[in-house]
C-alpha cells in the first residue's frame, strides 16, 4: 500500500461511473447521415439498423427499443396485461417499482438473498396469493437473479416472469445472453450503464405476438396513418439515441475487459482490509458484465459506518454511492404499501451497501489509490 501520509484528494472528481463515449471522427461520420435524411425520429433508418444489430446480438427478432428503460417496462408489463399483484424486490432503483405503480399493479416487496442481493426464491414462493399474476425480479448490478429457480416457480403457479435486466446488458449464463431467461426482460441503455444510447431501453421477449402490441403502445396506438388500435404513448428512441447505441456498441467487448480488470484490481487489494465484504467469485458458467462495484461496510470491523465512509471519500474528491439505500418500500410514496415481508436481509443490505467508482476511463492506478484511501480511512 502507498504511503497514507503521501495520498491526497484526487484533482478532478471521480464519480461513480462515467459513460464510455466513441471516438468523436466515428460518431460525426454518422451523424452525417442523419444530417443528410433530416430524420430525427420517428423509427428513421439508423433506428431501424440499430434494432437488426440488437436482433443480432441477442439472437431473437423479439427486441423492442424504447426512449428509456421505464418507458420499456412500464409498456411491457401494459402489454403484457400483467394486473393484480406481482411479487417484487426493495432493493433496485425505484423506477422498478414506479412501472408497476403505473399500471396500477400492487408491489408485493419480498427478501433478497445475502450473496448477490437478487430476490430470495423462498420468499417469493411464501408470498404468491390467488392475485399474483407475475415476478418482478432485477438482475441487481448484473448479477443474475436466481433464474432456474424462479422459472420452477413462476411454472408451477402460472406466473409471468419479468426481470429488470437494468443492468445486466452483456451478461450471459451457459453461453447464452441473460436476455433468454424469463417471459420478458428489460434493458436500460442510460448514460449511467455499461452499454448506453445517451438514454435508452429494450425488451427482448418470449411471445413473438407481442412485438406488435409494444410497437403500437410506443407509438400513440398507431397502427398505419389512419388507424389507432389502443391508448399508446410516446415511448420511441429517436435517431440520436440509436446513433450512439450503435457506436457504443462496437467497443462493448473492451468496456467489459476494462471492468473485469478494475474488479480484479478491487477485489485483491480490498480483500485484506477487515469490515470491508465483496460478493463472492460468480460461478464459473456466468459472463458478468462488471457493471457496478459494490461493497458492503461492517461498521464495527470496519470503524466506521458505511455512511461516514461515503462522506469521507467525497473529502477525497471519490463520489461513490449508495445504490440502493432506501429500499424503496421505504420511500415516501411506499409507505403506504404493506410489507408483510420483514426484509431483514435488505435492510442489512441497504445499511451498507457503497458502490464504488468503475468505469472505462478509470485508471488502474486510480482504483489503487481508492483503494489506499479506504485503508487509510480504517486506520485513522
Ligand atoms: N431499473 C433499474 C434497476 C435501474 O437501475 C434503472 C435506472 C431503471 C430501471 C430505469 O432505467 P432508465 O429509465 O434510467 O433507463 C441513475 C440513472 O439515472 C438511472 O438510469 C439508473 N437506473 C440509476 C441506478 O442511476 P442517479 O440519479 O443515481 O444518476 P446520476 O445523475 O446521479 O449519475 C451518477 C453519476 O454518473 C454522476 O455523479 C456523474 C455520472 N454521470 C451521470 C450522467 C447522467 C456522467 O458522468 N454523465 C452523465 O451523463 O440515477
Redesign the pocket.
Known amino acids: 500500500m502507498t504511503d497514507v501520509k503521501k495520498i491526497k484528494p484526487f484533482e478532478k472528481p471521480i464519480?461513480?461511473?462515467?459513460?464510455f463515449l466513441p471516438p468523436i471522427e466515428e460518431f460525426a461520420e454518422g451523424l452525417q447521415e442523419i444530417w443528410d435524411t433530416h430524420m430525427l425520429t420517428n423509427n428513421g433508418p439508423v433506428l431501424q439498423r440499430f434494432t437488426r444489430q440488437l436482433s443480432h446480438y441477442f439472437q431473437t427478432n423479439n427486441v423492442c427499443p424504447f426512449a428509456?428503460?421505464?418507458?420499456a417496462?412500464q409498456i411491457g408489463l401494459q402489454g403484457m396485461k400483467i394486473s393484480g399483484e406481482v411479487i417484487t424486490t426493495p432493493f433496485?432503483?425505484v423506477?422498478?417499482t414506479h412501472a408497476l405503480f403505473w399500471n396500477k399493479i400492487r408491489p408485493v416487496f419480498v427478501d433478497i438473498e445475502p450473496n448477490y442481493y437478487t430476490l430470495d426464491p423462498e420468499k417469493v414462493e411464501a408470498a404468491i396469493t390467488p392475485w399474483t399474476t407475475a415476478i418482478l425480479a432485477?438482475h441487481?448490478f448484473g448479477y443474475p437473479a436466481n433464474l432456474h429457480t424462479l422459472a420452477d416457480i413462476a411454472r408451477r403457479h402460472n406466473l409471468k416472469l419479468i426481470y429488470?435486466a437494468?443492468?445486466a446488458f452483456g451478461v450471459e449464463v451457459g453461453g447464452r445472453s441473460i436476455a433468454h431467461f424469463g417471459d420478458m426482460c428489460?434493458f436500460?441503455?442510460?448514460?449511467?450503464?455499461l452499454y448506453h444510447s445517451l438514454?435508452?431501453?429494450l425488451l427482448t421477449f418470449k411471445d413473438s405476438g407481442l412485438k406488435s402490441t409494444f410497437d403500437y403502445l410506443k407509438n400513440f396506438g398507431f397502427k398505419s396513418q389512419l388507424e389507432v388500435v389502443m391508448p399508446g404513448t410516446n415511448a420511441k428512441m429517436n435517431e440520436m439515441q440509436a446513433l450512439m447505441g450503435i457506436h457504443v456498441l462496437k467497443y462493448l467487448d473492451e468496456i467489459i475487459e476494462k471492468g473485469r480488470q478494475i474488479s480484479a484490481l478491487y477485489r485483491e487489494r480490498l480483500a485484506a482490509i477487515p469490515g470491508i465484504h465483496l460478493p463472492p467469485s460468480l460461478p464459473e458458467d456466468i459472463r458478468y458484465n462488471y457493471a457496478y462495484m459494490p461493497i458492503e461496510v461492517d461498521e464495527k470491523e470496519f470503524g466506521m459506518s458505511r455512511d461516514a465512509l461515503y462522506e469521507a471519500l467525497k473529502k477525497f474528491n471519490i463520489?461513490s454511492?449508495r445504490?440502493f439505500y432506501p429500499l424503496v418500500c421505504d420511500f415516501a410514496c411506499y409507505r403506504n404499501v404493506s410489507v408483510a415481508d420483514p426484509l431483514m436481509v435488505a435492510r442489512r443490505v441497504a445499511s451498507r451497501i457503497l458502490t464504488l467508482p468503475t468505469y472505462y476511463d478509470l485508471h488502474l492506478d486510480e482504483v489503487r489509490t481508492i483503494c489506499d484511501m479506504i485503508d487509510h480511512l480504517r486506520n485513522r
Open positions: 464519480y461513480v461511473t462515467k459513460p428509456n428503460g421505464t418507458l417496462l433496485t432503483f423506477a422498478t432485477v441487481v429488470d437494468a443492468h428489460m436500460s441503455f442510460h448514460a449511467t450503464k438514454e435508452g431501453g463520489f454511492r445504490y
